[in-house]
């Protein structure tokens, strides 16, 4: 028997040697490229990370293509259909049949999954992702001619998806800040090159005006646009001092040249993948008052996007402080319009949930009410909602979202559960995409 100082142990690489970091890391990265990246000429996009992007991936193609299959061991996919159709709409594929598809197109200008367009113009609490929104149009078989609802449209992240997509769409919101951003994103892109050409110089002189409360602007649209960007830049400075090196000044010109460059990367896409950006029709208004404020809304669209917010875990309006103080809103009377925000008892008990919250419920049943009212027969709906914790309580809104759906007449299709990722601290860690049907009849 040989003693130890005679025997030889072999590393991993069959050598009696160790390895270097930089061998190892080397060797890892082969065995990561063999089991983990995609094969095939029709491939996921490396953001489809969580079982619900593969139910997304599978509801939007099968709105998309005539037959497909998923593989999702090798993270491809076999399909046919109108391949250039596909390729301009899917959000889940990064190719098809060995091309960019127009999302990645998008991801590799902006450098962001959710930020392209104008999606990121300003930090509006509560967004819900373009991509869930881009997949359900494409689940639902929306195309040009039909017509898309968001009655908690918030800041405009359907209307924009919908506009980017040639779509048309109507939405509603009771914030005037929310309706004031949707706004700008719905004519943003109708802007010619000329209207963002702003000096330095100019855009020092026009934040001394914002300051006195003198800015002016003959184009509304620069006039908000040129407001939401000084109220991020206040915002920005109110919350931290990582940019007091740069200060006011320096902030602003920074912030507006990033707006500038996201119009000229979307008027590059446009060009190059000839596109026809539709506008949406934005309005100031509350969902409980569709019928009687929007009697012309009846049965009108061929389906329904949308998040009813979640007014007693997020402040919608606290946020937006800064804006609505300068735009001589008063907040209190934007918060009285609120799911549940009436001063009423509850009409009736959900277990020993909190009265809040009930009356949260009670308005949210009359809301999916009116959608079923304003929804075509035929048409679907899909609901984004999250359950969250109140005073240590697990808040349901889920499960009564669907059951309120059921009894406003919808037939229930499909749930998905969207696990929000890399968010700690947070009242609502995942949102769940509920999905119905109005019959025929």
């Known amino acids: 028997m040989k003693g130890k100082e005679n025997q030889v142990r072999l590393s991993m690489f069959g050598t009696a040697e160790f390895p270097t970091h930089e061998e190892i890391m080397i060797e ?25 992007d593969l139910e997304l991936l599978d509801l939007e193609l099968g709105g998309l293509a005539n037959n497909y299959k998923i593989d ?13 159709f596909i390729k301009k709409r899917v959000a889940h594929l990064e190719t098809v049949k060995g091309e960019k598809t127009l999302y990645t197109a998008f991801i590799d200008l902006y450098g962001d999954t959710n930020a392209y367009g104008f999606h990121n113009l300003y930090p509006y609490k509560g967004k819900f992702y373009p991509r869930v929104v881009r997949t359900l149009i494409n689940a639902f078989n929306l195309r040009e001619g039909n017509i898309i609802l968001d009655p908690f449209n918030g800041s405009g992240t359907t209307t924009h998806e919908a506009s980017l997509m040639g779509i048309k769409s109507v939405g509603i919101d009771i914030t005037p800040m929310g309706v004031m951003l949707a706004r700008l994103k719905n004519e943003l892109p109708f802007l010619s090159p000329k209207d963002l050409e702003f000096s330095f110089e100019d ?15 003959s184009n509304k649209t620069l006039e908000d646009l040129i407001l939401v960007i000084y109220f991020d830049t206040i915002d920005a400075f109110s919350r931290t001092t990582r940019y ?5 000044e320096g902030l602003f010109i920074e ?13 590059h896409i446009k060009e190059k993948w000839n596109l026809n950006f539709v506008k949406a029709d934005i ?10 404020k929007y009697s012309n809304f009846k049965e009108k669209f061929d389906a329904i996007i949308t998040s009813p917010p979640y007014y007693f875990s997020i402040d919608y309006v606290g946020k937006d402080k800064i804006a609505y103080e300068y ?45 079923y009212w304003a929804l075509k027969p035929g048409g679907k709906i899909a609901i984004i909602v999250g359950d969250s914790t109140v005073g240590g309580k697990k808040i ?39 999905i119905c049907r109005k019959e025929q009849r």
Request: with cysteine; charged share 35%; hydrophobic share 35%.
């Open 28 to 52: 890892y990265s082969k065995e990561f490229e063999k089991y983990i990246t995609p094969k095939g000429d029709t491939v996921f996009g490396f953001w489809m990370q969580t079982l619900a």
């Open 72 to 84: 999702p061991i090798n993270r491809n996919v076999e399909l046919d259909g109108d391949i250039e």
């Open 203 to 217: 855009l020092i002189k026009i934040l001394k005006a914002i300051n006195n409360k003198e800015w002016l602007h």
């Open 244 to 248: 007091n090196k740069k200060g006011k």
């Open 255 to 267: 912030k507006f040249m990033y707006i500038k460059k996201c119009y000229e990367k979307l008027m």
């Open 283 to 292: 309005y100031e208004g509350d969902i409980l008052e569709l019928k009687e």
């Open 327 to 371: 735009l001589g809103i008063d907040m209190k009377k934007i918060e009285a319009k609120y799911l549940g925000m009436k001063n009423s008892l509850p009409k009736r008990k959900y277990g020993d949930l909190p009265s809040k919250v009930i009356l949260y419920y009670e308005d949210l049943k009359k809301s999916i009410k009116n959608m």
């Open 396 to 434: 349901p809104t889920t499960i009564m979202t669907k059951r309120f759906c059921e009894e406003a007449g919808f037939k229930f299709e499909k749930l998905i559960f969207n696990p929000l990722l890399g968010i700690r601290n947070r009242a609502i860690r995942g949102e769940s995409i509920i």
